[in-house]
């Protein structure tokens, strides 16, 4: 379509359409208008504005019924003409705003006209069209009184439109219409912005809509949540818009008392307000009625953007009608407070971020009345928080704390103005404490239990995260919603940081004190305004705050600790104990009683009822135990607060923590263990395990101070275990110093206690084993003697293969000579040997003249054995065994140092002979693995005392019990005398092996272990009895070769050469020979 | 507050870790405002340790005396100065200013015993120091730091007192002349004054040599240990005449180390019997009998802020706070 650039060419063709126009009044000569428009440029059409205009209006003016199609089609034809060019003459305005509005007017009804809602529609947006279309000034001169009843028509007909229509098009057509017409749109087509005194005069204008528009708003803000939440968005902004242009605090401080003589017409002139003081009074407290209400109904909307919009009214008007609108202040800043927790993190970002302009601005700390009304605010919530706290249900808690939280927020470090009010600290703490009390009738919490003792060696988790971000799961009494546990933290958080730390602390170690129900609150509490002090996760809203100083936080935590590591906090009953730990409970009360009962009455009236009782209850228990949990998380938060500086702590604290940590119930020793992770963080240990050998000496010293009074402190040894499980080699003078401790404790307690020190002598040696790998191994040697022999071995095959009698000649010379030279008779050849011995000698000799001083660990492993010496005898078989586990770790740590080893070896022989013969089967099977290890090292000390002591016993028990297991079936196996069989069977191998016996003595263990070689015996029992021979081979192949053939001979013999005799062996052919399968495969291993 | 148990008290903490039998200890405040108290160690193996008392952890290691035990540790009070004494014969003087821990100087010794060392300070700089001299009696008085040697204390040839076993110097408020107070190995103490190198009195309070003597200069009261099982306690009357007031009989001989405690309240005494011994220094009441080491106690010094260090044979140190235990 051709573009009419020019007015003429426009002219020419826009006149027949409006003479046609003009002459007959159709939508379709409307409608072709408005098509040929569309191709006249805007500068011309500009020109002919007025000429176009001139058939449209006169079209509306026409009086008589008009068809609604007809005034739909001209407002809309209007409106694009409109839109295309701008109003510049007044008059013109004011007419076109006249005629608009009237065609939504039905002069029978006060109402607006019941027309189709297009046809609103179209009035709507002409009328937005044509107030954007003002030219320059003439839009201010527009809003002069005498139009105020003009403009009042159309704002009340708009307020309709948005209030009652069905349609959202038009609810929301006529919101935005609205705000047009007020001068409030926020689009950028308005050329200026307007003067002071041109905003006063607008006020006082529109002042007069006030009551209309907000009631008529507020309805519909209050309306069904289900009219869609943009219209309540539009409408609330609308509303702020207008309240905070109306009652700004700008233009009301400019108002003059009297009323300017006003130069309008009476008529119009009632219609004005003068926004004087009483005024501006009056109205703010009607306002205010309103806002609640809006605040009331929006705060809970269910869609965020409007509650997005509310945080914007807030700030809207809390900045500008800051002195009009003070009664309302109140209202809306819990608004405000209220929604920082929202749901929606754009809502909380929101709010945040006013939150922080406003303490930024000092609005309100700036602002006495405001601070004076948050504090209130704060003052009258916490009176109520005590029966809020105990009536609501979680949703409101949760409200009621983030409101809590706001405030305090808020009002940052102001909030000591309440706190330093007794009264309101008193409320404000016994609604914590009462909302946070746990549930402590689940069963499950004692019965968890932790049974491996090792796990120590977790790894901590190496994320940046919190470390408690995995908290223990808690159950309280009043509350299952975990985000009231969340607001409850950071509740105390933010009093931390904010509050007077010192003042605080105090309040709630007095309540920690005071009663054994507010303490697990209490410690919680003091837990988080630890951590808030330091103020490591708290947003802070006033720069200029001073924090509590490092120093301060340090002396404080200290303080709080040795409270929670005391005697009667830490040491709580947390199970019924076995029997011997009540008989030393028993023991135990009559001193404590006497100290607490002089220096500590608080103290004294909640703990000894724990130690009192014979046997606690299990809410009691659990009490007890969900203390310590908390009181360990203190430990890992406040390590977490102080960092570095809590290394200085470590000394006192890590010693508690680490006992915890061996605690036999479940969430305890995980409660400790995490704390522990938190103190590797926050002191830059990479594990456990380099928290507790880098803080050894701090340990140490608590375990050396505290096996001083074992009865108090039954658990040292474990601790000892732990650590000594953690160390290594470098911490040797550290753990010989405790343990002369602990074997001076041991000495004065052996009969009552043995079981957990052997335990720790037991970890000890284990660790001495670990450190101190012996490296001249004793094996070496053996082995390489073995090898020797294997290869004579091989040689002599070779030459039974040859069969030449020569070669039988020289066998048996070269086997004499030998022969000789095993039995000591030396001769030259073998120099090398004794060549070898000299050096060994001279080792030997320095050894006694000039006494070295022996090395830490074998002076340690020497002490320990002495003690297991006397051990070895105890009542207890369960001691002995352990004693007997110990004993053959001393003597693998000794196994280098003879002089040490041979003399207790010597002592201990007796018991263990003991232990071997007449003793528990379980003993027995331990003694006899202690056997072997000695047998092992010292060989020759042991030989003639093993031949004349024990050998018969073992051959004669083998003998006798053969026939017992060669019956039964297979149950036998689960029995402790097959144990014991098989355990004689695989040890004696190596024993004969290691100990060198003589012939008659292997000819002893042969005899008694041929018999199980039956097939009769049990599967296991014949393998070990293969092995018995397997070393025996070793030993001597010759003699054992005959005596297997003598059970059972497998193949006729041929001699080598036929000068020899014929061979006939014992053992029987028959494929019945029960030891036939065994003596085969032995054989077979025999080269 | 943790509750002590009846039986006996336990030391604050022990500070382990110097593996050798502890000789000597002597603890530092440390100037006002700057750093942490630090308690110095010698021991037998010939290190000096100092020891944090913030972290209970050895700072720094001293080593210059040849492997030869150190018996005697005294800070000068001009500021970071530390004197140790080693059976290596030398007095080595430590310059600890801002974490060094260089010998500066040091004196060498002629005698070789367990005698002790005593500092006197005369002067914003000067200090007279004595120690055992090289005749088997004598005692030799030094201007230090020029080490310009006063004089030499010999005993009368008479007197046949043995050995010097304990020194210590000191002062009178109302006069400058340095006095000295010297136990020697007879059992005898004598009161030597140095500018008239004559001895003014001298008194047989033990029939052992005397190992160790303090003295109380404000009420001119002494009190000394020796190898028996007494503790004597003597005066010094204004024609500086000692005395024996009174001896206290112990369960246990042998005192190795007796110390007046800064604010001359009490007295502790270190003993062969491994306990520690506090008395009421005015009546010589006993207190308190302070049973943890596991062998003989070499040595026990005080802090300003009456922290009682012993150390001892078995290789510990224990500290105590008295205030709060006895």
């Given at each position: 379509?051709?573009?009419?650039?020019?007015?003429?060419e426009?002219?020419?063709?826009?006149?027949?359409?409006?003479?046609?126009?003009t002459?007959?009044?159709?939508?379709?000569?409307?409608?072709?208008?408005?098509?040929?428009?569309?191709?006249?440029?805007?500068?011309?059409?500009?020109?002919?504005?007025?000429?176009?205009?001139?058939?449209?209006r006169?079209?509306?003016?026409?009086?008589?019924?008009?068809?609604?199609?007809?005034?739909?089609?001209?407002?809309?034809?209007?409106?694009?003409?409109l839109?295309s060019?701008?109003?510049?003459?007044?008059?013109l305005?004011?007419?076109?705003?006249?005629?608009?509005?009237?065609?939504?007017?039905?002069?029978?009804?006060?109402?607006?006209?019941?027309v189709?809602?297009e046809?609103?529609?179209?009035?709507?947006?002409?009328?937005?069209?044509?107030?954007?279309?003002?030219?320059?000034?003439?839009?201010?001169?527009?809003?002069?009184?005498?139009i105020?009843?003009?403009?009042?028509?159309?704002?009340?007909?708009?307020?309709?439109?948005?209030?009652?229509?069905?349609?959202?098009?038009?609810?929301?057509?006529?919101?935005?219409?609205?705000q047009?017409?007020?001068?409030?749109?926020?689009?950028?087509?308005?050329p200026?912005?307007?003067?002071?005194?041109?905003?006063?005069?607008?006020?006082?204008?529109?002042?007069?809509?006030?009551?209309?528009?907000?009631?008529?708003?507020?309805r519909i803000?209050?309306?069904?949540?289900?009219q869609?939440?943009?219209?309540?968005?539009?409408?609330?902004n609308?509303?702020?818009?207008?309240?905070?242009?109306?009652?700004?605090?700008?233009?009301?401080?400019?108002?003059s008392?009297?009323?300017?003589?006003?130069?309008?017409?009476?008529?119009?002139?009632?219609?004005m307000?003068?926004?004087?003081?009483?005024?501006?009074?009056?109205?703010?407290?009607?306002?205010?009625?309103?806002?609640?209400?809006?605040?009331?109904?929006?705060?809970?909307?269910?869609?965020?953007?409007?509650?997005?919009?509310?945080?914007?009214?807030?700030?809207?008007?809390?900045?500008?009608?800051?002195?009009?609108?003070?009664?309302?202040a109140?209202?809306?800043?819990?608004?405000?407070?209220?929604?920082?927790?929202?749901?929606?993190?754009?809502?909380?970002?929101?709010?945040?971020?006013?939150?922080?302009?406003?303490?930024?601005?000092?609005?309100?700390?700036?602002?006495?009345?405001?601070?004076?009304?948050?504090?209130?605010?704060?003052?009258?919530?916490a009176?109520?928080?005590?029966?809020?706290?105990?009536?609501?249900?979680?949703q409101?808690?949760?409200?009621?704390?983030?409101?809590?939280?706001?405030?305090?927020?808020?009002?940052?470090?102001?909030?000591?103005?309440?706190?330093?009010?007794?009264?309101?600290?008193?409320?404000?703490?016994?609604?914590?404490?009462?909302?946070l009390?746990?549930?402590?009738?689940?069963i499950?919490?004692?019965?968890?239990?932790?049974?491996?003792?090792?796990?120590?060696?977790?790894?901590?988790?190496?994320?940046?995260?919190?470390?408690?971000?995995?908290?223990?799961?808690?159950?309280?009494?009043?509350?299952?919603?975990?985000?009231?546990?969340?607001?409850?933290?950071?509740?105390?958080q933010?009093?931390?940081?904010?509050?007077?730390?010192?003042?605080?602390?105090?309040?709630?170690?007095?309540?920690?004190?005071?009663?054994?129900?507010?303490?697990?609150q209490?410690?919680?509490?003091?837990?988080?305004?630890?951590?808030?002090?330091?103020?490591?996760d708290?947003?802070?809203?006033?720069?200029?705050h001073?924090?509590?100083s490092?120093?301060e936080?340090?002396?404080?935590?200290?303080?709080?600790?040795?409270?929670?590591?005391?005697?009667e906090?830490?040491?709580?009953?947390?199970?019924?104990?076995?029997?011997?730990m009540?008989?030393?409970?028993?023991?135990?009360?009559?001193?404590?009683?006497?100290?607490?009962?002089?220096?500590?009455?608080?103290?004294?009236?909640?703990?000894?009822?724990?130690?009192?009782?014979?046997?606690?209850?299990?809410?009691s228990?659990?009490?007890?135990?969900?203390?310590?949990?908390?009181?360990?998380?203190?430990?890992?938060?406040?390590?977490?607060?102080?960092?570095?500086?809590?290394?200085?702590?470590?000394?006192?604290?890590?010693?508690?923590?680490?006992?915890?940590?061996?605690?036999?119930t479940?969430?305890?020793?995980?409660?400790?263990?995490?704390?522990?992770?938190?103190?590797?963080?926050?002191?830059?240990?990479?594990?456990?395990?380099?928290?507790?050998?880098?803080?050894?000496?701090?340990?140490?010293n608590?375990?050396?101070?505290?096996?001083?009074?074992?009865?108090?402190?039954?658990?040292?040894?474990?601790v000892?275990?732990?650590?000594?499980?953690?160390?290594?080699?470098?911490?040797?003078?550290?753990?010989?110093?405790?343990?002369?401790?602990?074997?001076?404790?041991?000495d004065?307690?052996?009969d009552?206690?043995?079981?957990?020190?052997?335990?720790?002598?037991?970890?000890?040696?284990?660790?001495?084993?670990?450190?101190?790998?012996?490296?001249?191994?004793?094996?070496?040697?053996?082995?390489?003697?073995?090898?020797?022999?294997?290869?004579?071995?091989?040689?002599?095959?070779?030459?039974?293969?040859?069969?030449?009698?020569?070669?039988?000649?020289?066998?048996?010379?070269s086997?004499?000579?030998?022969?000789?030279?095993?039995?000591?008779?030396?001769?030259?050849?073998?120099?090398?040997?004794?060549?070898?011995?000299?050096?060994?000698?001279?080792?030997?000799?320095?050894?006694?003249?000039?006494?070295?001083?022996?090395?830490?660990?074998?002076?340690?492993?020497?002490?320990?054995?002495?003690?297991?010496?006397?051990?070895?005898?105890?009542?207890?078989?369960?001691?002995?065994?352990?004693?007997?586990?110990?004993?053959?770790?001393?003597?693998?740590?000794?196994?280098?140092?003879?002089?040490?080893?041979?003399?207790?070896?010597?002592?201990?022989?007796?018991?263990?002979?003991?232990?071997?013969?007449?003793?528990?089967?379980?003993?027995?099977?331990?003694?006899?693995?202690?056997?072997?290890?000695?047998?092992?090292?010292?060989?020759?000390?042991?030989?003639s005392?093993?031949?004349?002591?024990?050998?018969?016993?073992l051959?004669g028990?083998?003998?006798?019990?053969?026939?017992?297991?060669?019956?039964?079936?297979?149950?036998?196996?689960?029995?402790?005398?097959?144990?014991?069989?098989?355990?004689?069977?695989?040890?004696?191998?190596?024993?004969?092996?290691?100990?060198?016996?003589?012939?008659?003595?292997?000819?002893?263990?042969?005899?008694?272990?041929?018999?199980?070689?039956?097939?009769k015996?049990?599967?296991?029992?014949?393998?070990?009895?293969?092995?018995?021979?397997?070393h025996?081979?070793?030993?001597d192949?010759?003699s054992?070769?005959?005596?297997?053939?003598?059970?059972?001979?497998?193949?006729?013999?041929?001699?080598?050469?036929?000068?020899?005799?014929?061979?006939?062996?014992?053992?029987?052919?028959?494929?019945?020979?029960?030891?036939?399968?065994?003596?085969?495969?032995?054989?077979?291993?025999?080269p | 507050?943790?509750?002590?148990?009846?039986?006996?008290?336990?030391?604050?903490?022990?500070?382990?870790?110097?593996?050798?039998?502890?000789?000597?200890?002597?603890?530092?405040?440390?100037?006002?405002?700057?750093?942490?108290?630090?308690?110095?160690?010698?021991s037998?193996?010939?290190?000096?340790?100092?020891?944090?008392?913030?972290?209970?952890?050895?700072?720094?290691?001293?080593?210059?005396?040849?492997?030869?035990?150190?018996?005697?540790?005294?800070?000068?009070?001009?500021?970071?100065?530390?004197?140790?004494?080693?059976?290596?014969?030398?007095?080595?003087?430590?310059d600890?200013?801002?974490?060094?821990?260089?010998?500066?100087?040091?004196?060498?010794?002629?005698?070789?015993?367990?005698?002790?060392?005593s500092?006197?300070?005369?002067?914003?700089?000067?200090?007279?120091?004595?120690?055992?001299?090289?005749?088997?009696?004598?005692?030799?008085?030094?201007?230090?730091?020029?080490?310009?040697?006063?004089?030499?204390?010999?005993?009368?040839?008479?007197?046949?007192?043995?050995?010097?076993?304990?020194?210590?110097l000191?002062?009178?408020?109302?006069?400058?002349?340095?006095?000295?107070?010297?136990?020697?190995?007879?059992g005898?103490?004598?009161?030597?004054?140095?500018?008239?190198?004559?001895?003014?009195?001298?008194?047989?309070?033990?029939?052992?040599?005397?190992?160790?003597?303090?003295?109380?200069?404000?009420?001119?009261?002494?009190?000394?240990g020796?190898?028996?099982?007494?503790?004597?306690?003597?005066?010094?009357?204004?024609?500086?005449?000692?005395?024996?007031?009174r001896?206290?009989?112990?369960?246990?001989?042998?005192?190795?180390?007796?110390?007046?405690?800064?604010?001359?309240?009490?007295?502790?005494?270190?003993?062969?019997?491994?306990?520690?011994?506090?008395?009421?220094?005015?009546?010589?009441?006993?207190?308190?009998?302070?049973?943890?080491?596991?062998?003989?106690i070499?040595?026990?010094?005080?802090a300003?802020?009456?922290?009682?260090?012993?150390?001892?044979?078995?290789q510990?140190?224990?500290?105590?706070?008295?205030?709060?235990?006895?």
């Open positions: 379509m051709a573009v009419f650039d020019t007015p003429e426009a002219f020419g063709v826009l006149r027949p359409v409006c003479v046609q126009l002459k007959a009044q159709t939508v379709e000569n409307v409608e072709h208008l408005q098509t040929q428009l569309q191709s006249v440029s805007d500068s011309a059409l500009q020109e002919l504005q007025q000429y176009i205009l001139f058939p449209l006169f079209t509306l003016k026409t009086p008589g019924p008009k068809r609604e199609r007809l005034i739909q089609s001209v407002v809309e034809c209007l409106t694009f003409v839109s060019t701008c109003v510049k003459e007044q008059e305005l004011q007419e076109l705003f006249s005629e608009l509005s009237a065609c939504l007017y039905s002069p029978k009804s006060q109402k607006p006209a019941a189709s809602e046809l609103k529609l179209a009035v709507i947006r002409g009328l937005s069209t044509l107030m954007h279309s003002a030219y320059g000034d003439i839009i201010v001169t527009f809003y002069e009184p005498s105020l009843p003009r403009l009042g028509f159309a704002v009340s007909l708009l307020l309709g439109l948005a209030e009652q229509e069905k349609s959202k098009q038009i609810k929301t057509a006529a919101l935005k219409c609205l047009v017409l007020l001068l409030q749109c926020d689009c950028q087509d308005h200026r912005s307007l003067d002071e005194l041109e905003q006063k005069q607008l006020g006082d204008l529109f002042a007069s809509f006030l009551p209309g528009i907000s009631t008529a708003l507020t803000i209050t309306g069904d949540f289900k869609g939440h943009s219209i309540v968005v539009s409408s609330l609308v509303f702020y818009k207008t309240v905070s242009f109306i009652m700004a605090d700008e233009q009301l401080k400019r108002i008392k009297v009323q300017a003589e006003s130069t309008v017409e009476h008529r119009v002139a009632k219609l307000v003068h926004r004087e003081a009483d005024w501006v009074k009056s109205t703010g407290g009607k306002l205010t009625i309103l806002i609640k209400k809006i605040i009331e109904c929006v705060s809970v909307h269910p869609h965020w953007k409007v509650r997005l919009e509310l945080i914007e009214l807030v700030e809207t008007l809390l900045l500008k009608c800051s002195q009009s609108l003070v009664e309302s109140g209202p809306l800043l819990k608004a405000l407070v209220g929604l920082v927790n929202d749901e929606s993190p754009e809502v909380q970002a929101q709010c945040n971020q006013v939150l922080r302009h406003f303490a930024g601005q000092k609005v309100v700390v700036g602002n006495r009345a405001f601070a004076d009304i948050l504090s209130e605010n704060l003052h009258s919530l009176t109520s928080l005590p029966r809020l706290m105990n009536s609501q249900d979680d409101g808690k949760v409200s009621s704390l983030s409101l809590l939280l706001g405030y305090l927020k808020l009002l940052g470090p102001k909030v000591n103005f309440v706190l330093n009010s007794v009264v309101h600290l008193q409320r404000l703490s016994k609604a914590l404490v009462q909302v009390e746990l549930d402590v009738t689940d499950k919490i004692v019965e968890e239990r932790r049974w491996n003792t090792d796990h120590l060696s977790a790894s901590p988790k190496t994320s940046a995260m919190r470390p408690w971000s995995q908290v223990q799961r808690r159950y309280f009494r009043f509350f299952t919603d975990e985000r009231v546990f969340l607001l409850l933290q950071q509740v105390c933010l009093l931390g940081f904010y509050g007077n730390l010192y003042l605080l602390v105090d309040h709630f170690m007095g309540l920690y004190h005071e009663s054994v129900f507010y303490r697990k209490a410690a919680m509490i003091l837990n988080e305004l630890v951590i808030g002090a330091a103020g490591l708290v947003e802070d809203l006033h720069e200029k001073i924090k509590t490092p120093e936080l340090r002396e404080i935590v200290t303080s709080i600790l040795e409270e929670y590591t005391s005697q906090n830490w040491y709580l009953v947390t199970c019924i104990k076995t029997e011997e009540r008989e030393e409970l028993t023991l135990k009360q009559p001193g404590f009683q006497a100290i607490t009962s002089g220096a500590h009455n608080t103290c004294q009236a909640t703990s000894l009822p724990a130690f009192s009782k014979p046997s606690p209850t299990i809410c228990m659990n009490s007890n135990i969900w203390q310590i949990c908390i009181q360990l998380e203190g430990v890992g938060h406040f390590a977490y607060s102080l960092g570095e500086d809590f290394r200085l702590l470590l000394m006192s604290v890590l010693y508690p923590v680490l006992e915890k940590a061996g605690d036999r479940l969430l305890i020793s995980q409660a400790a263990t995490n704390s522990m992770m938190d103190i590797c963080h926050a002191c830059g240990y990479d594990s456990l395990q380099h928290l507790i050998n880098q803080n050894s000496d701090y340990l140490v608590g375990i050396s101070l505290n096996l001083r009074h074992l009865s108090l402190h039954p658990h040292t040894p474990k000892l275990e732990v650590m000594l499980r953690n160390s290594d080699a470098s911490l040797l003078p550290l753990v010989a110093d405790v343990v002369q401790d602990v074997l001076a404790t041991l004065q307690f052996y009552k206690r043995a079981s957990s020190f052997i335990s720790v002598l037991h970890a000890l040696l284990v660790a001495l084993a670990q450190w101190f790998p012996d490296t001249n191994h004793v094996g070496q040697p053996q082995e390489h003697t073995a090898e020797k022999e294997e290869s004579h071995l091989n040689q002599r095959i070779l030459e039974n293969n040859a069969t030449t009698a020569e070669d039988i000649e020289y066998f048996l010379l086997y004499l000579k030998e022969k000789d030279v095993a039995d000591g008779n030396v001769s030259d050849f073998y120099n090398e040997e004794e060549q070898s011995k000299p050096p060994e000698v001279d080792e030997k000799d320095t050894g006694p003249d000039v006494e070295p001083p022996l090395p830490v660990q074998i002076q340690i492993a020497t002490d320990v054995m002495e003690r297991c010496i006397h051990l070895l005898s105890d009542k207890s078989l369960k001691i002995r065994l352990k004693v007997l586990d110990v004993l053959d770790l001393c003597v693998f740590v000794l196994q280098s140092h003879k002089n040490q080893l041979l003399p207790l070896a010597h002592r201990a022989w007796p018991s263990i002979v003991q232990r071997l013969t007449n003793d528990d089967p379980l003993a027995v099977l331990r003694a006899f693995q202690v056997l072997r290890t000695l047998g092992g090292k010292c060989g020759d000390f042991l030989r005392r093993f031949c004349k002591d024990v050998l018969p016993k051959t028990s083998l003998v006798t019990q053969a026939p017992v297991s060669a019956r039964t079936g297979q149950v036998y196996s689960h029995t402790l005398a097959f144990k014991l069989q098989l355990a004689v069977l695989q040890g004696l191998g190596p024993l004969c092996e290691k100990l060198d016996l003589g012939e008659g003595d292997l000819n002893k263990v042969a005899d008694a272990c041929l018999i199980y070689l039956s097939a015996q049990p599967m296991k029992l014949q393998e070990a009895a293969r092995s018995v021979f397997l025996l081979m070793k030993v192949p010759d054992t070769w005959f005596l297997l053939n003598e059970l059972y001979c497998p193949e006729q013999l041929t001699p080598p050469h036929p000068s020899l005799h014929q061979v006939q062996l014992r053992g029987a052919m028959g494929q019945q020979n029960p030891y036939k399968a065994n003596v085969l495969c032995l054989l077979q291993e025999l | 507050m943790a509750a002590p148990p009846p039986p006996s008290p336990d030391p604050q903490f022990v500070l382990r870790g110097t593996q050798s039998a502890v000789h000597a200890l002597h603890f530092h405040s440390g100037a006002q405002g700057q750093g942490c108290p630090l308690l110095f160690s010698g037998q193996n010939g290190l000096v340790h100092i020891w944090s008392l913030q972290t209970r952890r050895v700072l720094t290691t001293l080593d210059n005396h040849g492997g030869q035990c150190v018996t005697w540790l005294q800070t000068l009070p001009q500021g970071h100065q530390l004197l140790s004494q080693g059976q290596d014969l030398r007095l080595c003087l430590w600890l200013t801002e974490g060094r821990n260089a010998v500066v100087d040091f004196v060498h010794l002629e005698s070789m015993g367990f005698c002790r060392g500092t006197l300070a005369m002067g914003q700089q000067r200090w007279t120091l004595a120690v055992p001299g090289k005749g088997t009696d004598e005692v030799q008085i030094l201007e230090m730091p020029s080490k310009t040697s006063v004089c030499t204390l010999k005993p009368e040839a008479d007197a046949k007192p043995g050995m010097p076993m304990c020194l210590e000191w002062q009178a408020d109302s006069s400058s002349r340095p006095l000295l107070l010297v136990g020697y190995e007879d005898s103490v004598a009161l030597w004054d140095i500018s008239q190198r004559k001895v003014c009195s001298r008194v047989a309070c033990h029939t052992e040599p005397v190992m160790s003597l303090d003295f109380d200069s404000q009420k001119t009261r002494g009190v000394s020796s190898a028996e099982k007494a503790l004597a306690v003597w005066s010094l009357d204004e024609q500086q005449a000692l005395q024996v007031c001896t206290h009989e112990i369960t246990n001989p042998g005192i190795a180390d007796v110390k007046i405690r800064p604010d001359h309240r009490i007295l502790a005494t270190a003993g062969w019997d491994h306990r520690i011994r506090v008395f009421h220094w005015r009546t010589m009441k006993p207190l308190a009998v302070l049973a943890f080491h596991s062998a003989a070499h040595c026990v010094a005080f300003n802020d009456g922290l009682l260090a012993a150390g001892s044979k078995d510990r140190i224990s500290v105590w706070s008295l205030y709060t235990q006895t």
